[in-house]
C-alpha cells in the first residue's frame, strides 16, 4: 500500500510540478518555417507554462516555434511579422513536462490523467470476465 502511495505522490509530481514548486521542462525552438528543427530543452522561470505557437497566412499554417510563457499570453494571438511578411500567431499552453514535444493537438491533464483508469477498469473487466 505504502508503495502505491508513492507512486500516486511521484505520478502527481511529475504531472504537477506548477503545484509543487518545481520549474517546468519544455521544448524551445525559434520561430520558424515548417521544417525540421531539433528542439532543445529548457527550463521555465517560475510561473510560467510551455506553449506550442501557429503562424498562419492567410488559411496556410506555415510558422511554428515553442518554449515557455507567461499564462495570460497564452490562447491568445497577435501579428507577427517575419522575413517581411505578417503572420497570425495564435499559441496554446499546458502545464506538463514536455507536453509541447509536437506541434499537434495537444492532450490536456484530463486526459492523461483518466487514460491510465480506463486502461485500469477495461483490464478488471476483462479479468473478472475470466474468472466467472
Given at each position: 500500500?505504502?508503495?502505491?502511495l508513492?507512486?500516486?505522490v511521484?505520478?502527481?509530481h511529475?504531472?504537477?510540478p506548477?503545484?509543487?514548486?518545481?520549474?517546468?521542462?519544455c521544448?524551445?525552438?525559434?520561430?520558424r518555417?515548417?521544417?525540421?528543427?531539433?528542439?532543445?530543452?529548457?527550463e521555465c522561470p517560475?510561473?510560467?507554462?510551455?506553449?506550442?505557437?501557429?503562424g498562419?497566412?492567410?488559411?496556410?499554417s506555415?510558422l511554428?516555434?515553442r518554449?515557455?510563457?507567461?499564462?495570460?499570453?497564452?490562447?491568445?494571438?497577435?501579428?507577427?511579422?517575419?522575413?517581411g511578411?505578417v503572420?497570425?500567431?495564435?499559441?496554446?499552453?499546458?502545464?506538463?513536462?514536455?507536453?509541447n514535444?509536437?506541434?499537434?493537438?495537444?492532450?490536456?491533464?484530463l486526459?492523461?490523467?483518466v487514460?491510465?483508469?480506463?486502461?485500469?477498469?477495461?483490464?478488471?473487466l476483462?479479468?473478472r470476465?475470466?474468472?466467472?
Amino acid at each position: 500500500m505504502l508503495q502505491l502511495l508513492l507512486v500516486a505522490v511521484l505520478s502527481l509530481h511529475s504531472l504537477l510540478p506548477s503545484l509543487l514548486c518545481d520549474n517546468l521542462n519544455c521544448y524551445y525552438s525559434p520561430i520558424r518555417e515548417k521544417r525540421t528543427f531539433k528542439p532543445t530543452v529548457t527550463e521555465c522561470p517560475p510561473n510560467e507554462l510551455c506553449f506550442k505557437a501557429v503562424g498562419r497566412y492567410g488559411n496556410h499554417s506555415t510558422l511554428s516555434a515553442r518554449g515557455c510563457m507567461v499564462e495570460k499570453y497564452c490562447r491568445k494571438k497577435h501579428s507577427k511579422r517575419f522575413k517581411g511578411t505578417v503572420y497570425t500567431m495564435s499559441y496554446s499552453c499546458c502545464d506538463w513536462p514536455y507536453c509541447n514535444s509536437c506541434l499537434g493537438i495537444a492532450a490536456n491533464l484530463l486526459h492523461v490523467a483518466v487514460a491510465p483508469v480506463a486502461a485500469a477498469v477495461m483490464v478488471a473487466l476483462d479479468l473478472r470476465r475470466l474468472m466467472v
